[in-house]
């Protein structure tokens, strides 16, 4: 506990050096202790040191902690990693084994979140299978937007344009200032001939984007045609 408040202080003061040795003596003195692993994954990533708190989640995994939640969250995070650095196959695979071992709360809603998106955007699987991940993950967090902008999408791309509507419509409803979800509903109304509505969605899309909208020029070009 003690060890626990020393990483709190060091960490509060940005005491990046001092912060790491906390870190590790709460690991020597008790090996077993799960979460200083996953106290130290958070520290190496937060120094942009993948490799690093990757080898931190690996020992989790190693150590095979006797509640399965742990071992499901190390997954989690493994997969997350995994995706970032475009090793898909990787990823996938750790997300599997993360809902093997948890299935039915909020946390595993991530990964099947997650390995929905792997499915339909990077073709690591059914499009059928990544619907069904998706709808299950809004089942376990019905409050998160970008779930119902993913399942939207999964059906977008199995040309379900006029379903995909009804999703993308319950994401704005639930976070109505994210760019992306509108101009998702522009594609998909584009997609099924409602030439007023895209353009109306388009252009919601490019105001909340702002200066900085990486989306922009792709936008205008489409505002363009419909025009």
């Given at each position: 506990f003690l060890l626990d408040q020393k990483v709190r202080v060091y960490s509060t003061q940005g005491d990046t050096a001092n912060t790491e040795a906390a870190l590790r003596q709460v690991r020597e003195a008790d090996p077993q202790y799960i979460d200083a692993y996953f106290k130290k994954f958070a520290f190496y990533k937060s120094q942009n040191k993948g490799d690093q708190a990757i080898t931190e989640l690996q020992e989790v995994v190693n150590l095979k902690p006797d509640d399965p939640r742990q071992l499901a969250q190390a997954h989690l995070l493994l997969g997350m990693m995994e995706e970032e650095r475009g090793r898909y196959d990787e990823a996938v695979k750790n997300y599997e084994r993360s809902i093997?071992?948890?299935?039915?709360?909020?946390?595993?809603?991530?990964?099947?979140?997650?390995?929905?998106?792997?499915?339909?955007?990077?073709?690591?699987?059914?499009?059928?299978?990544?619907?069904?991940?998706?709808?299950?993950?809004?089942?376990?967090?019905?409050?998160?937007?970008?779930?119902?902008?993913?399942?939207?999408?999964?059906?977008?791309?199995?040309?379900?344009?006029?379903?995909?509507?009804?999703?993308?419509?319950?994401?704005?409803?639930?976070?109505?200032?994210?760019?992306?979800?509108?101009?998702?509903?522009?594609?998909?109304y584009q997609k099924s001939g409602e030439k007023a509505k895209a353009l109306q969605s388009y252009e919601q899309a490019l105001k909340l984007g702002g200066g900085n909208y990486r989306d922009a020029e792709a936008i205008k070009t489409e505002i363009a045609k419909l025009r």
């Open positions: 093997g071992l948890d299935s039915r709360t909020p946390v595993a809603s991530i990964a099947l979140n997650n390995l929905a998106w792997l499915m339909a955007d990077k073709g690591k699987g059914n499009l059928d299978k990544a619907a069904e991940h998706a709808r299950k993950a809004i089942q376990l967090a019905p409050t998160v937007a970008s779930y119902y902008d993913m399942l939207g999408f999964v059906l977008y791309k199995k040309g379900l344009s006029e379903v995909a509507i009804e999703q993308y419509r319950k994401a704005i409803e639930r976070r109505s200032n994210e760019a992306a979800f509108h101009k998702h509903l522009a594609e998909a």
